[in-house]
Protein backbone atom coordinates (compact mmCIF):
# COMPACT_ATOMS: atom_id res chain seq x y z
CA UNK A 1 0.00 0.00 0.00
CA UNK A 2 3.02 2.59 1.03
CA UNK A 3 4.63 1.76 -2.72
CA UNK A 4 1.28 2.68 -4.34
CA UNK A 5 0.54 5.31 -2.77
CA UNK A 6 4.41 6.73 -3.46
CA UNK A 7 3.46 5.91 -7.01
CA UNK A 8 0.17 7.73 -6.89
CA UNK A 9 2.11 10.76 -5.48
CA UNK A 10 2.90 12.86 -8.84
CA UNK A 11 -0.84 12.32 -9.69
CA UNK A 12 -2.20 13.79 -6.18
CA UNK A 13 -0.26 16.59 -6.73
CA UNK A 14 -1.03 17.77 -10.43
CA UNK A 15 -4.52 17.07 -9.58
CA UNK A 16 -4.71 18.89 -6.60
CA UNK A 17 -3.44 21.97 -7.68
CA UNK A 18 -6.23 22.09 -10.25
CA UNK A 19 -9.09 24.83 -9.70
CA UNK A 20 -11.97 23.51 -11.75
CA UNK A 21 -13.14 21.24 -14.14
CA UNK A 22 -13.01 23.46 -17.48
CA UNK A 23 -10.88 21.65 -20.03
CA UNK A 24 -8.24 22.69 -21.07
CA UNK A 25 -7.70 25.05 -18.27
CA UNK A 26 -5.47 28.11 -18.12
CA UNK A 27 -4.37 29.67 -15.00
CA UNK A 28 -2.25 32.63 -13.62
CA UNK A 29 -0.41 32.68 -10.40
CA UNK A 30 0.74 36.50 -9.33
CA UNK A 31 1.31 36.12 -5.82
CA UNK A 32 2.37 33.38 -3.13
CA UNK A 33 3.59 30.15 -5.20
CA UNK A 34 2.92 27.21 -7.21
CA UNK A 35 4.52 23.80 -6.35
CA UNK A 36 7.56 25.39 -4.38
CA UNK A 37 8.04 27.84 -7.39
CA UNK A 38 7.87 31.45 -5.41
CA UNK A 39 6.84 34.34 -6.97
CA UNK A 40 9.45 37.36 -6.69
CA UNK A 41 12.58 35.00 -6.73
CA UNK A 42 15.45 35.52 -8.75
CA UNK A 43 16.32 33.55 -11.81
CA UNK A 44 19.15 31.83 -9.79
CA UNK A 45 16.33 30.94 -6.85
CA UNK A 46 13.74 29.26 -9.70
CA UNK A 47 16.14 27.49 -11.04
CA UNK A 48 17.00 25.98 -7.97
CA UNK A 49 13.56 25.41 -7.04
CA UNK A 50 12.77 23.58 -10.56
CA UNK A 51 15.59 21.18 -9.25
CA UNK A 52 13.61 19.61 -6.71
CA UNK A 53 10.32 19.16 -8.66
CA UNK A 54 12.25 17.35 -11.19
CA UNK A 55 10.77 13.78 -9.13
CA UNK A 56 7.66 14.50 -8.21
CA UNK A 57 6.47 16.65 -11.71
CA UNK A 58 8.55 14.61 -13.62
CA UNK A 59 10.57 18.16 -15.04
CA UNK A 60 14.04 17.67 -16.73
CA UNK A 61 14.71 20.75 -18.71
CA UNK A 62 13.35 24.59 -19.51
CA UNK A 63 13.98 26.31 -22.35
CA UNK A 64 14.05 29.59 -23.59
CA UNK A 65 10.47 31.27 -25.12
CA UNK A 66 11.57 32.81 -27.86
CA UNK A 67 14.84 31.03 -28.58
CA UNK A 68 17.82 33.06 -28.95
CA UNK A 69 20.19 32.50 -32.10
CA UNK A 70 23.33 34.55 -31.83
CA UNK A 71 25.01 35.45 -34.62
CA UNK A 72 28.64 36.51 -33.60
CA UNK A 73 30.43 33.71 -31.39
CA UNK A 74 31.58 36.34 -29.16
CA UNK A 75 28.18 36.95 -28.33
CA UNK A 76 26.93 33.64 -27.24
CA UNK A 77 28.31 33.37 -23.85
CA UNK A 78 26.79 29.61 -22.15
CA UNK A 79 28.64 27.67 -21.14
CA UNK A 80 27.98 24.63 -23.85
CA UNK A 81 28.90 21.87 -20.76
CA UNK A 82 25.56 22.89 -19.05
CA UNK A 83 23.54 22.01 -21.88
CA UNK A 84 23.38 19.03 -23.82
CA UNK A 85 22.18 20.23 -27.51
CA UNK A 86 23.07 23.44 -29.50
CA UNK A 87 21.79 24.26 -33.22
CA UNK A 88 23.77 25.84 -36.15
CA UNK A 89 21.38 27.67 -38.30
CA UNK A 90 22.76 29.18 -41.72
CA UNK A 91 21.74 32.54 -42.02
CA UNK A 92 21.50 31.97 -45.99
CA UNK A 93 20.46 28.60 -46.44
CA UNK A 94 18.08 26.42 -44.98
CA UNK A 95 20.09 24.00 -43.13
CA UNK A 96 20.60 23.36 -39.54
CA UNK A 97 23.16 21.36 -37.52
CA UNK A 98 22.07 19.95 -34.01
CA UNK A 99 25.14 18.52 -31.83
CA UNK A 100 24.19 16.33 -29.37
CA UNK A 101 26.48 15.58 -26.33
CA UNK A 102 26.54 14.74 -22.71
CA UNK A 103 30.65 14.06 -21.30
CA UNK A 104 31.14 13.81 -25.28
CA UNK A 105 29.60 14.77 -28.61
CA UNK A 106 26.93 11.75 -29.02
CA UNK A 107 25.45 12.60 -32.77
CA UNK A 108 25.81 15.38 -35.46
CA UNK A 109 22.99 16.00 -37.35
CA UNK A 110 21.93 17.51 -40.92
CA UNK A 111 18.91 18.58 -41.80
CA UNK A 112 17.99 20.31 -45.04
CA UNK A 113 16.23 20.55 -48.28
CA UNK A 114 18.64 17.62 -49.39
CA UNK A 115 17.09 15.48 -46.30
CA UNK A 116 18.31 14.87 -42.84
CA UNK A 117 21.40 12.48 -42.09
CA UNK A 118 24.01 12.38 -39.66
CA UNK A 119 27.54 13.52 -39.96
CA UNK A 120 31.11 12.62 -38.74
CA UNK A 121 32.44 15.90 -38.22
CA UNK A 122 31.41 19.39 -38.73
CA UNK A 123 32.57 21.16 -41.01
CA UNK A 124 34.14 18.81 -43.21
CA UNK A 125 36.35 21.35 -44.93
CA UNK A 126 38.08 23.10 -42.14
CA UNK A 127 41.01 22.31 -39.99
CA UNK A 128 38.94 22.38 -36.82
CA UNK A 129 35.96 20.78 -36.92
CA UNK A 130 33.59 19.16 -33.83
CA UNK A 131 33.25 15.62 -34.44
CA UNK A 132 31.94 12.84 -32.53
CA UNK A 133 33.85 11.60 -29.68
CA UNK A 134 34.70 15.31 -28.89
CA UNK A 135 34.80 16.32 -25.33
CA UNK A 136 31.96 18.38 -24.33
CA UNK A 137 34.50 20.79 -22.87
CA UNK A 138 36.57 21.51 -26.37
CA UNK A 139 33.28 22.38 -27.39
CA UNK A 140 33.75 26.34 -26.63
CA UNK A 141 36.94 26.35 -27.89
CA UNK A 142 36.25 24.81 -31.17
CA UNK A 143 33.40 27.06 -32.13
CA UNK A 144 34.92 29.73 -31.58
CA UNK A 145 37.81 29.11 -34.13
CA UNK A 146 35.05 27.80 -36.92
CA UNK A 147 33.07 30.93 -36.42
CA UNK A 148 36.07 33.18 -36.51
CA UNK A 149 36.85 32.50 -40.31
CA UNK A 150 34.93 32.77 -43.63
CA UNK A 151 32.69 31.15 -44.84
CA UNK A 152 31.35 30.65 -40.91
CA UNK A 153 31.78 34.32 -39.66
CA UNK A 154 29.01 35.95 -39.59
CA UNK A 155 26.96 33.61 -41.77
CA UNK A 156 25.70 30.73 -38.95
CA UNK A 157 24.08 31.47 -35.69
CA UNK A 158 24.34 29.43 -32.66
CA UNK A 159 21.23 28.28 -30.03
CA UNK A 160 21.11 26.45 -27.61
CA UNK A 161 18.77 23.45 -27.13
CA UNK A 162 16.75 23.16 -24.02
CA UNK A 163 18.60 23.52 -20.57
CA UNK A 164 18.89 20.53 -18.74
CA UNK A 165 18.18 20.41 -14.82
CA UNK A 166 20.51 18.03 -13.71
CA UNK A 167 23.46 20.37 -14.74
CA UNK A 168 24.41 23.58 -13.05
CA UNK A 169 22.72 27.24 -13.18
CA UNK A 170 23.85 29.07 -16.67
CA UNK A 171 24.31 32.91 -15.33
CA UNK A 172 23.13 33.97 -19.05
CA UNK A 173 19.72 32.27 -17.98
CA UNK A 174 19.03 36.05 -15.48
CA UNK A 175 18.28 37.39 -18.82
CA UNK A 176 16.13 35.00 -19.97
CA UNK A 177 12.48 36.83 -19.84
CA UNK A 178 10.53 33.92 -20.43
CA UNK A 179 10.75 30.23 -19.39
CA UNK A 180 8.56 27.08 -20.09
CA UNK A 181 8.52 23.61 -19.34
CA UNK A 182 6.14 20.50 -19.07
CA UNK A 183 4.87 18.47 -16.58
CA UNK A 184 2.48 15.15 -16.81
CA UNK A 185 1.26 12.48 -14.52
CA UNK A 186 -1.30 9.62 -15.24
CA UNK A 187 -4.83 11.10 -13.96
CA UNK A 188 -6.63 7.92 -14.43
CA UNK A 189 -5.72 4.57 -16.65
CA UNK A 190 -7.35 6.47 -19.47
CA UNK A 191 -5.98 9.71 -19.29
CA UNK A 192 -2.96 11.79 -19.46
CA UNK A 193 -2.55 15.06 -17.47
CA UNK A 194 -0.39 17.71 -19.08
CA UNK A 195 0.72 20.91 -17.89
CA UNK A 196 2.57 23.59 -19.56
CA UNK A 197 4.28 26.07 -17.46
CA UNK A 198 5.43 29.53 -18.53
CA UNK A 199 7.74 31.61 -16.28
CA UNK A 200 7.95 35.15 -17.22
CA UNK A 201 10.28 37.57 -15.12
CA UNK A 202 10.63 41.23 -14.82
CA UNK A 203 13.14 43.29 -13.25
CA UNK A 204 15.18 40.08 -12.81
CA UNK A 205 12.41 38.49 -10.40
CA UNK A 206 9.49 36.14 -10.73
CA UNK A 207 6.81 38.01 -11.53
CA UNK A 208 3.90 35.56 -13.32
CA UNK A 209 3.24 31.68 -13.14
CA UNK A 210 1.17 30.66 -16.46
CA UNK A 211 -0.18 27.42 -15.99
CA UNK A 212 -2.13 25.67 -18.97
CA UNK A 213 -3.47 22.24 -17.97
CA UNK A 214 -5.35 19.80 -20.63
CA UNK A 215 -5.76 15.92 -20.89
CA UNK A 216 -4.68 13.54 -23.37
CA UNK A 217 -5.58 9.46 -23.59
CA UNK A 218 -3.25 7.47 -22.39
CA UNK A 219 -1.42 5.13 -24.96
CA UNK A 220 -0.54 2.11 -23.19
CA UNK A 221 1.90 -0.50 -24.57
Given at each position: MRTLLLLLMPVILLWSCKKDD???ANEDVTQGSRWGIIIGST???VYQQLQTLQSPLRVKSVYRIPRTQYEKIADFKSDPTLYNRFLI???DS???VSIDYEQSITKIMWSGPDGT????KWPANTDTYLTVGDSATVIQSKMSKIFEKWPY???YEIATGRKPLSAGFDVEMKKWNLWQFTASALVTSETFGVYVISLYFSSNKLSR???QYMEDPAVIK
Amino acid sequence: MRTLLLLLMPVILLWSCKKDDTIPANEDVTQGSRWGIIIGSTPEQVYQQLQTLQSPLRVKSVYRIPRTQYEKIADFKSDPTLYNRFLIHGVDSAGVVSIDYEQSITKIMWSGPDGTYSLDKWPANTDTYLTVGDSATVIQSKMSKIFEKWPYHARYEIATGRKPLSAGFDVEMKKWNLWQFTASALVTSETFGVYVISLYFSSNKLSRINIQYMEDPAVIK
